[in-house]
């Protein structure tokens, strides 16, 4: 294992395992993020398939993606020799220390975070799990559990960072200065905004058009079509202007993020040149650029064994620095450690029974 230097911050960020896929929203927006901050910082990530128990995912499923995801952040270049890489539900202080973060965290404040806000106006109340309402909470556990000093976040999601620092403040006031480290949010360089490539209007996700997304696990072919048949409209010049020219800039949005270009520097390359030039040249990219992470990945899914392997080491790490967190906020909260020494309570001394009644 490659030795961290003392003086790195350390980050935490996790990804669930919610499809049979990871794409190049997901991609562009963190994994390749993560691949590059392991020169900088002590990372630690994880597959957080405690988070994506919220919606109620058919238990085969769950259990598949979960090696799934694990196996192509490995392929897109996670070193587990230089980062921290493990499930979330191995390391079981993650559900102890939502317990105890429950415990110091208002009902409103809770009931205030936009997820939970935006999925109960769409489906009711009733059609929402606990889990989902206490999601954040779970979050900040991930975090606080770590002595994480920063969360990778592209500058619309500092505010999913905002509910684990006031946490970590108030742990700070209320049990002693040195309870929690207050984590910061690390803000990403600004990645393309990916939309879907039959309803450029929208951004690409899983809940969009089946023909409109590009998974890191599709077959060479399968993008090349994706590409190629994707929505533009009916000019003919080529050229970077995403308010009258959605599907095209879209493809040069891609092309440019894939290759470290300016889009508009791309459509000057194509002057005079039509849709389907671009189209041609913008799928040997993405299936070049997802080559190796898919066949880097289908080679550690044929061997879970191994992928276990690396899974359980890194959980074995995780718990190092979790097991030692926990102890000392539990510690805080008036908690006490298992096999403490101490003196017996005794009848008129305050002690009070907590036996069922």
């Known amino acids: 294992m490659v030795p961290v230097p003392a003086d790195r911050r350390r980050v935490f960020s996790g990804i669930q395992p919610t499809a049979d896929s990871l794409h190049i929203g997901n991609y562009l927006g963190a994994v390749r993020n993560w691949v590059t901050l392991q020169e900088t910082h002590d990372c630690v990530y994880s597959v957080v398939d405690l988070h994506a128990l919220t919606v ?74 606990v889990g989902l309402f206490d999601y954040p909470i779970l979050q900040a556990a991930d975090i606080l559990l770590y002595d994480a000093h920063a969360v990778p976040v592209g500058e619309d999601q500092r505010q999913h960072l905002e509910l684990s620092r006031d946490i970590a403040i108030r742990l700070n006031s209320r049990l002693g200065e040195g309870t929690a480290i ?66 095209v800039s879209n493809l040069l949005s891609i092309y440019g993020a894939l290759t470290n270009r300016a889009p508009g520097d791309i459509a000057a390359e194509y002057e005079g040149k039509m849709y389907g030039h671009l189209k041609v040249d913008l799928a040997e990219v993405v299936v070049e650029t997802f080559r190796p992470i898919r066949e880097g990945a289908q080679a550690l899914l044929a061997d879970p064994d191994e992928l276990d392997r690396i899974l359980a080491r890194g959980a074995e790490r995780a718990r190092e620095i979790a097991g030692p967190v926990f102890r000392r906020i539990a510690s805080r909260f008036g908690l006490l450690a298992p096999g403490t020494p101490g003196t017996p309570c005794t009848p008129g001394t305050g002690a009070r029974s907590t036996g069922a009644r």
């Open 182 to 247: 207050v984590p910061e949010a690390l803000i990403t360089a600004a990645t393309a905004k990916i939309y879907d490539l039959q309803n450029p209007g929208a951004k690409m996700s899983k809940t969009g058009s089946p023909t409109g997304i590009l998974e890191l696990l599709d077959e060479p072919k399968v993008l090349a079509k994706r590409v190629k048949s994707a929505v533009t409209d009916t000019e003919t010049t080529i050229r970077f202007d995403p308010e009258n020219k959605p599907g």
């Open 56 to 129: 109620n995912p058919n238990p085969a499923d769950i259990l598949r993606r979960t090696r799934v995801t694990a196996a192509q952040l490995l392929a897109a270049g996670v070193d587990p020799d230089r980062s921290i890489l493990f499930v979330q539900s191995h390391v079981s202080e993650h559900a102890e220390l939502t317990w105890l973060l429950n415990c110091v965290t208002g009902f409103g404040e809770a009931g205030r975070m936009t997820q939970f806000k935006d999925k109960t106006q769409k489906q009711g109340s009733e059609g929402a799990n």
